[in-house]
């Protein structure tokens, strides 16, 4: 075993190192931790000393990353030890935030939060869930079931500000928002990417740690990388072929591309043919966008566009792919229909070196094709401007108006989990006085900042090194098959609570169990969950006993005896043990093709031309004659930032990542404006003052700036951040902006307007 392997079986975190053997406190080890902080999930190995993270390298043996690591994963250990982190929890007194004991602010959530709930009803709290729960156990594990028990329809999450229109399109496509392929990217010969910077972003919604290294391999073996961006990208300068679009036209671009195919006789369904309905709807659909018909409001060339379609079409594998560029703008669902639309007319839906579906380790078991209920959109809108659901979540952009609009059903009372949605959601000023208007709110987070710094009670989860991890949410993106547990590396320090055991304590709070014990939460999940399964003929414990089942589980904690349950349920015959036993991972193989069995629309085939994609299409037709403003604006992501949160760490902050309005020379010149010096931009929802840089690397007519920033509010405590503090990119944007089928917000491509300051 080697030192790392035995520092990682050691006995430590979890939800309470009480009793446990402390390592000698000055003794240096090494111990194993999958990086949370984006969704690459790489394999890192921390030196610790004293409990304290000294150095971070790539885990070598990693079964996934093989020592892949980033600037951000290299600076683990000083985020971890961050001193602007919270330590206790914080509950305000006579209107200040003041330092308490965890007894007393869960004390305060239950009495503040039930009174809430029974006289307004359920709908009264919102429940605002943020990126980073995708990055912990506890937000894989404990907000379902909070969910389940508060029943409120008043549910905002970071999709609708990134990615619901996948969502929106696979439940249509194939009756299950959360099937959603990934382009295999070890084995393709043809890469099309839109709207997607994995050289800084490390990739998403395919997670492949080491993504520079897989595009570069890509075109070593001869493959050919297609970018589709206004800006010219560190991708962009990987690829064969930079197409800088207009912003917001990707939709336009996908469907020519589909009419070519269509035209010149290119599609080629193979294996997929009698699992697909819908082809010959589809063509008629599709037949208005030509390329001459799309070239003028993508500003590209039409012949162009028809050779990028057969090149597709002639690639022995290909796959398209489209993320958050082409996402969150004003055609985001269309957009990522034709994607797979494109994916499934090429026949490299479901084959390898195309775009299949991973099988994670804590997915159901297969179960035999056979029609499913579908995917159902709208059951309910949102109480201000009737914006329908979507997978049971309203738009974020909308929470705000939902808050402070009077009336009944009002939100009166917030729980946010993981979220700074006064940065990340469109107009901020707005959302920020909401917020302070509440009755009550309640924020899990490390950081006393934009958001938290509203919240009646804020509960501080330790830092990543003294938290287990497993990626419940990133195994269903992996372009490899494989199962990785970190026990926490350093045990919780003195007076910390694990995050799971926050969560599950809020869950009892705001349920009506307050005082219970945190592991009832898991135990009841746990007899749910087994309870369901005994009684399902195809699950691999159907008809045995649930509690010779529970007794069987391992783990020291709840969240692991769930992750146990969750792993003998699923497809692999693996457990907690096996786990344990291989801590650089377990490799549970390549992607392999999964239709018909993951197929649940109700006719148990692919729906190519679905009818709320069908009646969104005029939408899209007139497009084809609108221009935007001269100038519209885009964002960007540096490889050194993480949303909002990550301006804190010194050795992230700074250099090249700056919050700056990228301008390209020939509109700086006809606005007068000139490098390093301030300019005011304006859109509908406000205007700000920024800095420009004037580098070719975006398009002309488009202006970058990126999100994240704006970190000048009072009452935070993020001093390295409030030192450099950018603008908030949201403050131009009044919330109105949707991508109608997913209600998630249009961030990219909307217009702007640009005058030199002096
Ligand atoms: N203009 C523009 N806006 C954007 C985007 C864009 O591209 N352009 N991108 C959008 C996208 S893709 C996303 S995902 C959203 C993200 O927006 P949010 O979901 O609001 O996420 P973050 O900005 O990352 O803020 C995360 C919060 O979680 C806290 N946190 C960090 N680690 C932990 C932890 O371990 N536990 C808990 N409980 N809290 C933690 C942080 O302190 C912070 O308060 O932003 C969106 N906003
Ligand atoms: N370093 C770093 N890594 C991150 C994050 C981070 O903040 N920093 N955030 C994480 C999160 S939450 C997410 S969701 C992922 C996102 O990961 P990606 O999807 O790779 O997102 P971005 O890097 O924002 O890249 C989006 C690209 O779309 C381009 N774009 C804008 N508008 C359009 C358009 O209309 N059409 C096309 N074709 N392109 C357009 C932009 O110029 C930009 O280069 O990154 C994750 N990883
Ligand atoms: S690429 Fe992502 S997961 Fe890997 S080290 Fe960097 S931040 Fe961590
Ligand atoms: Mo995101």
Not at 182 to 188: A, S
Not at 196 to 215: E, I, Q, V
Not at 250 to 274: H, I, P, S, Y
Not at 391 to 403: D, Q, R, V
């Amino acid at each position: 075993m080697s030192r790392s392997a035995a520092a990682r079986t050691a006995p430590t975190g979890g939800t309470r190192p009480a009793g446990e053997p402390a390592a000698s406190p000055s003794a240096t080890r090494t111990a194993l931790r999958i990086c949370p902080l984006c969704e690459a999930t790489c394999g890192l190995t921390l030196t610790i000393e004293a409990s304290r993270v000294t150095r971070v390298r790539g885990d070598r043996d990693d079964v996934f990353s093989r020592g892949f690591i980033c600037p951000k994963g290299a600076s683990f250990g000083e985020l971890d030890a961050d001193p602007d982190r919270l330590r206790t929890p914080l509950i305000r007194k006579d209107g200040e935030l003041k330092e308490a004991g965890w007894d007393e602010a869960f004390d305060m959530i239950a009495a503040r939060i039930r009174p809430l709930i029974e006289e307004y009803g359920p709908n009264a709290v919102g429940v605002v869930l943020g990126n980073p729960n995708v990055h912990t156990m506890a937000g894989a594990l404990y907000p379902p079931v909070l969910l389940t028990l508060l029943r409120t329809r008043s549910l905002f999450t970071a999709s609708t500000l990134d990615q619901m229109p996948k969502h929106v399109s696979s439940g249509l496509l194939f009756g299950s928002a959360a099937a959603i392929p990934v382009p295999d990217l070890d084995r393709t010969d043809h890469l099309l990417l839109l709207g997607a910077n994995p050289l800084d972003s490390n990739g998403s919604l395919c997670t492949a740690a080491d993504f520079p290294g897989k595009l570069k391999a890509l075109r070593r073996r001869g493959g050919t990388l297609t970018v589709v961006d206004p800006r010219r990208t560190r991708t962009a300068q990987l690829a064969d072929r930079h197409i800088p679009i207009r912003p917001g036209t990707d939709a336009l671009l996908l469907a020519a591309l589909a009419q070519v195919l269509f035209e010149e006789k290119l599609t080629r369904l193979g294996a997929l043919e009698e699992h697909v309905e819908g082809v010959a709807e589809l063509r008629e659909a599709v037949r208005e966008f030509s390329p001459e018909a799309v070239a003028a409001a993508c500003d590209m060339d039409a012949q162009e566009i028809r050779t990028i379609a057969r090149e597709l079409a002639a690639a022995p594998t290909a796959a398209v792919y489209g993320r958050v560029g082409s996402s969150t703008v004003e055609y985001g669902t269309l957009a990522n229909w034709l994607v797979d639309v494109l994916n499934v007319l090429t026949g490299n839906l479901d084959r390898p070196g195309g775009a299949l579906f991973p099988l994670a380790a804590t997915d159901h078991a297969p179960r035999p094709a056979a029609p499913g209920k579908g995917f159902a959109l709208g059951r309910w809108a949102s109480r201000v401007s009737g914006h329908p659901e979507a997978k049971s979540e309203l738009p974020m952009a909308a929470l705000a108006e939902e808050i402070d609009t009077p009336g009944e059903g009002r939100i009166r009372a917030v729980i946010s989990l993981a979220a700074n949605p006064v940065l990340s959601a469109p107009d901020g000023d707005r959302l920020d006085r909401a917020l302070d208007g509440l009755d009550f709110m309640v924020s899990v987070d490390p950081y006393l900042n934009e958001t938290s710094r509203h919240a009646d009670v804020v509960l501080p989860p330790p830092p990543p090194s003294q938290s287990s991890h497993f990626d419940f949410a990133f195994n269903n993106f992996a372009v490899h098959n494989q199962a990785r547990y970190t026990p926490a590396a350093v045990p919780l320090e003195e007076g910390r609570l694990d995050e799971c055991e926050i969560q599950a304590r809020l869950v009892l709070a705001v349920g009506g169990m307050h005082g219970a014990e945190p592991g009832a939460v898991d135990d009841m999940v746990i007899e749910n969950s087994l309870t369901r399964a005994v009684a399902d003929p195809h699950s691999p414990v159907h008809g045995r006993d649930v509690k010779a089942l529970t007794a069987q589980l391992t783990g020291r904690t709840g969240p692991e005896r769930r992750l146990d349950m969750m792993l003998r349920l699923g497809p692999y015959d693996l457990t907690l043990q096996k786990l344990l036993a291989h801590p650089h991972g377990i490799d549970l193989g390549p992607l392999q093709p999964r239709i018909p069995q993951i197929l649940r629309t109700r006719s148990g085939r692919i729906e190519l031309l679905p009818g709320p994609i069908a009646a969104d299409l005029p939408r899209l037709r007139r497009a084809l004659k609108e221009r935007p403003g001269s100038l519209v604006l885009v964002g960007r992501r540096h490889l050194r930032s993480n949303n909002s949160w990550m301006h804190n760490v010194p050795t992230l902050n700074g250099g090249s990542n700056r919050c700056t309005l990228q301008v390209h020379p020939a509109d700086a010149a006809r606005l007068g404006l000139e490098d390093g010096a301030p300019a005011r931009i304006s859109a509908e929802g406000g205007e700000l003052e920024v800095p420009v840089e004037i580098t070719d690397a975006v398009r002309t007519g488009v202006v970058s700036l990126p999100h994240g920033w704006g970190h000048s509010r009072p009452g935070t405590r993020m001093s390295v951040a409030a030192a450099r503090p950018g603008v908030n990119v949201n403050q131009l944007l009044d919330g109105s902006r949707l991508d109608p089928l997913s209600g998630t917000a249009v961030l990219n491509g909307f217009p702007v307007e640009l005058t030199p300051l002096r």
